[in-house]
């Protein structure tokens, strides 16, 4: 989440310099839909300029499981060898 947080000082030093402070933040959908709430957060940190975090990051050392994936990344290419005439003897 240490990146955010330095998202977020980045982005309140650039509203300072350019914009009297004002900072317009928009979100768009996550990846992992439990844990862009903390990214969030984290950049709301990094914005609010706090000296350290308030939250730990709950997964930052979490071994995702790749078995699901893995397969939906082979069913993609097993349909699209079959589908797409360049990839069909590959």
Not at 26 to 38: L, N
Not at 59 to 77: L, Q
């Amino acid at each position: 989440m240490e990146g955010y947080r330095e998202i977020g000082r980045i982005f309140h030093l650039l509203a300072t310099r350019h914009s009297d402070g004002r900072l317009l933040i928009v979100q768009e959908g996550g990846y992992h839909i439990s844990y862009s709430a903390y990214c969030l957060h984290a950049t709301l940190e990094g914005v609010l300029n706090l000296p350290k975090p308030l939250l730990p990051d709950p997964i930052a050392y979490y071994p995702e499981d790749e078995t699901f994936p893995v397969k939906v990344i082979e069913a993609i290419k097993s349909y699209q060898k079959d589908k797409v005439p360049l990839w069909r003897n590959s």
